[in-house]
């Protein structure tokens, strides 16, 4: 024995060679994620900066979409980071009667988009409710347009949809209208779908609304011929503009 300590214990541990192999290292950490990109509060979008020297920049654009939008540079183009945006959407509750007049066209409410907000392949989904409170017996018209530049809904604006006084026993109609930029600002397809799936007036149509400039949507009614009595009412309840982009 050694101090204790049997010898053939004290042969067996001085026989290995070496020392116990170490504790393996723990895992490297890992490398912190990449922080995202400074989001950056401008005055509206008609002071964005260049696309093209902001690439990976965020800003976020009070004026355009119902609270505001944020957006981010591809370095060729500010891309919405919603999509669909909600551009608009309001409880209107503007209405008009037959007392306007024999074919009188009103405008109820409108919406602007800003010159530059649609690229080359987005579109737009536009909603509007009308209501026919009055109960009237004549046909009810009403009608979506978009117009340009320092153009109006009643003399330059763009036919988005023309229901044509097909409504007459209805209480109510839901609307719904799509467009779609043909990979240009001002070409684009225009798809209405209102009082007939699939008729003539349903049928796809060419524009050229620019969106290189603001473009107004209209939400207006047409009071035609035979809307002669004050109880011929058209409201429209609400409407929404959806940019897809």
């Known amino acids: 024995m050694l101090l204790g300590v049997p010898l053939g214990i004290v042969a067996l541990q001085g026989c290995g060679g070496g020392s116990a192999s170490a504790a393996p290292a723990p895992p490297a950490p890992a490398p912190p994620a990449p922080s995202p990109a400074p ?11 260049a696309a093209a020297a902001s690439s990976g920049q965020a800003i976020f654009v ?46 109820l409410d409108s919406f602007t988009i800003p010159a530059y907000v649609m690229g080359p392949a987005s ?3 536009i909603t509007a409710a009308y209501s026919f409170p009055g109960g009237g ?3 009810k ?46 070409s684009n397809q225009i798809r209405p779908i209102d009082y007939a799936f699939g008729a003539t007036g349903n049928a796809f149509a060419a524009s050229t609304i620019d969106f290189t400039q603001d473009v107004t949507i209209g939400f ?14 058209q409201v429209l309840e609400w409407f929404s503009v959806e940019m897809l982009a």
């Open 39 to 49: 989001v950056t509060a401008i005055g509206g979008w008609a002071a964005r900066p």
């Open 62 to 107: 009070p004026d355009v979409g119902a609270t505001g939008s944020l957006w981010f540079s591809n370095g060729t183009a500010w891309v919405p980071a919603s999509n669909p945006l909600t551009l608009a959407r309001k409880f209107s509750n503007a209405g008009m009667d037959a007392s306007v007049g024999v074919s009188a066209d009103v405008l």
């Open 123 to 125: 579109g737009l989904r």
């Open 137 to 139: 017996s004549a046909s």
């Open 141 to 186: 018209a009403p009608q979506i347009r978009a117009y340009f530049g320092i153009g109006s809904y009643a003399s330059s604006a763009i036919a988005l949809l023309d229901t044509r006084g097909q409504f007459s026993g209805q209480a109510s109609v839901l609307l719904n209208v799509t467009l779609q930029n043909r990979n240009a600002m001002a």
């Open 220 to 233: 207006g009614a047409l009071n035609n011929s035979s809307s002669v009595s004050p109880t011929d009412q």
